[in-house]
């Protein structure tokens, strides 16, 4: 059976970090810096962006530890993990309804998550 979902356009763009448990928070915190800081590429989506991470077992361990946490406080976020055949890249997109790339986009103007180069890739005229 399964549960009714709301549209992804009638679900508020609010994170809840307490929604992760207090035990997670620090594993949380240590994987999305992993995963952030070694993006390799940023690629612009109509709601929201790709990033391509390092094609290697421990990336793809990092994101989904990080997504596994992640979906909790940020129930607005459509998160997609592709991995590429033959060894090539990891995809990690953060995609959602109406406002969440403008979320997503503010979200990196406030931390140090992803390097300049990366941050040029969203504001490529800031």
């Not at 609010?14 to 949380?28: G, V």
């Amino acid at each position: 059976m399964s549960i009714p979902q709301a549209p992804e356009e009638h679900i508020p763009i609010a994170c809840t970090p307490n929604a992760i448990p207090a035990e997670q928070q620090e594993e949380w915190r240590t994987a999305g810096k992993a995963v952030y800081a070694a993006v390799e590429e940023v690629a612009d989506l109509p709601n929201g962006f790709r990033f391509r991470l390092p094609a290697n077992a421990q990336m793809l361990m990092a994101a989904a530890r990080y997504i596994s946490t992640e979906h909790l406080c940020c129930p607005f976020l459509h998160f997609t993990l592709d991995v590429a055949p033959n060894n090539g890249p990891i995809w990690l997109a953060l995609t959602g309804g109406p406002g969440v790339k403008d979320y997503i986009s503010s979200l990196f103007a406030s931390t140090d998550l992803l390097n300049v180069e990366m941050m040029q890739a969203i504001y490529p005229h800031g």
